[in-house]
């Protein structure tokens, strides 16, 4: 790296080596947190040159909101082989409770993690960290955007380092996950629209003289809620309101306020002391009208922000990345044309709409106060829990299982579709073939995937006498499927999602 002392004292450093040249296949993320570090080592793992850009220090906070990995969630992270571990440090739970007598039985779930993983949010980004640098990420922490100017051929990032000059980068696309208030966002124009939703939430992390009969104890009353989650350190966070004290985030918070409000959602407050961090948030509900900017992209918060209500922020954020980072790598390698890139913002948006409806739905029955918003609530209780559908509908959407992504007209029925974590011959499983950012071709019929396509593809078959032909993407969702074909339609999905 090389660098020139402007007329004001401070260092302008160029960066030299991949990402310098905009036409060189790289990409620039922004922000560290769980979005970003999936992305991150995805496109590592694919042999993309990625850097990531961070203005925190490289110090994983445990001040983190998030502490539930849903099953769609947990899916994708067994595609990269670090499910398994997250489950050793974690919780399980089968059972989802939402307001009042209204719970979801994740047992029933058809997934292989029939279960929500209480696990904080860290714990996830140290894993997930861990392999992005492993595979060859660019970390550059204390580092922040100051300015993104974008052109044909790729964009140049302008950051603050921690010496405090400037150094500037190139890359072919940049991809914002830098949180809600992203300077990426920002940066590229565009508007995030919504409004909060909840002021004055209160958090505090605290020892316990007694422990919840549960692992995750939430409730809600006409005027307050409370949650209480484990870190596994003798600490719980607490996530609590009050209608009546809507006051500005800054303003002081104290261990009694905390403990007043436990009490009032929860019937005590089970001993709080010893708290070694409090703090006051909002709650938005946002979303940006766009995903894309023409070489610039967002995911996660930067794209989205809603109630924590269901535990859903963290793992549609995570969900974003795994869609966006295959369809990146295959651009940038040659293998897909640059229209593929339309379909993020064509599936995910849809996605963040319908995560920012359900939590939204979720947290104003929870906190209903009036007659008839009580007797809505009460209705629609009984109602799921009495009619399966319905109920299965729920979990779907809350656990992510139950999203599909847009086929085209004509397609078969499974296209578009999740593809469950299906045995195949061999004793292997689909989640196992996916890993390595690989497309997987599930076929009762006898076919080679060639040299030309050769770890960017897998070729299994069902365990069972299925006669289905699938076409799996790296994010386990069927790019392709049809019934009874032969060699010849094989080849031309493959060539079509796959390349040559």
Do not use: C
Request: net charge positive; aromatic share 6%; no cysteine.
């Amino acid at each position: 790296m090389s660098g020139t002392t402007g007329n004001n004292g401070t260092t302008t450093a160029k960066v030299t080596g991949p990402g310098t040249d905009p036409r060189t296949p790289s990409v620039i993320v922004v922000g560290s947190g769980p979005t970003g570090l999936l992305l991150a080592g995805d496109l590592a793992e694919a042999g993309v040159p990625v850097t990531v850009l961070e203005k925190r220090p490289h110090k994983i906070s445990n001040l983190s909101r998030a502490f539930v990995l849903h099953a769609r969630t947990l899916e994708q992270l067994d595609a990269r082989a670090v499910a398994d571990d997250l489950e050793k440090a974690g919780q399980p739970l089968d059972r989802l409770r939402l307001f009042g007598r209204l719970g979801i039985d994740l047992a029933a779930l058809p997934s292989r993690f029939n279960h929500l993983l209480v696990l904080p949010q860290y714990e996830v980004e140290k894993v997930l960290e861990r392999r992005a640098a492993e595979a060859g990420a660019d970390f550059r922490y204390e580092t922040e955007l100051t300015g993104l100017a974008q052109d044909a051929d790729g964009v140049r990032v302008e950051a603050r380092g921690p010496e405090g000059g400037t150094e500037t980068f190139r890359a072919a696309y940049v991809v914002g996950a830098d949180g809600m208030r992203s300077a990426v966002r920002e940066a590229i124009g565009l508007p995030f629209p919504g409004k909060s939703v909840i002021r004055s939430v209160v958090l505090a992390d605290v020892r316990l003289a007694e422990e919840p009969p549960g692992l995750l104890t939430v409730n809600a009353v006409g005027d307050a809620f409370a949650f209480l989650a484990p870190f596994g350190d003798g600490y719980h966070r607490v996530i609590g309101w009050h209608r009546g004290r809507n006051v500005p985030d800054d303003a002081p918070l104290d261990l009694a306020e905390v403990k007043e409000i436990t009490r009032l959602a929860l019937g005590r407050d089970f001993g709080m002391h010893d708290a070694r961090w409090m703090s006051r948030f909002h709650s938005d509900e946002r979303q940006a009208p766009a995903y894309r900017a023409d070489r610039v992209f967002l995911a996660g918060d930067a794209a989205h922000v809603h109630t924590p209500a269901g535990g859903q922020g963290m793992n549609t954020g995570l969900q974003d990345a795994a869609n966006l980072s295959w369809k990146l790598a295959a651009v940038l390698t040659g293998h897909a044309d640059p229209a593929l890139l339309d379909t993020y913002q064509a599936e995910r948006h849809p996605v963040g709409r319908a995560v920012l409806r359900s939590s939204g739905g979720i947290v104003r029955l929870a906190m209903a106060k009036r007659p008839w918003t009580l007797a809505a609530r009460a209705a629609l209780t009984t109602f799921l829990n009495t009619v399966g559908p319905a109920r299965r509908r729920i979990a779907g959407q809350v656990t992510g299982i139950g999203y599909r992504y847009p086929a085209p007209r004509g397609a078969h029925r499974l296209t578009g579709a999740r593809v469950p974590d299906v045995a195949l011959s061999g004793g292997g499983r689909l989640y196992e073939a996916l890993r390595g950012g690989r497309f997987v071709l599930i076929t009762p019929e006898p076919y080679e995937a060639g040299p030309g396509r050769a770890g960017r593809l897998a070729v299994a078959h069902w365990a069972s006498g299925r006669r289905t032909s699938v076409l799996v993407r790296p994010d386990g969702y069927a790019a392709w499927a049809a019934d009874a074909v032969g060699a010849a339609d094989i080849e031309a999905a493959l060539t079509a999602h796959v390349g040559g």
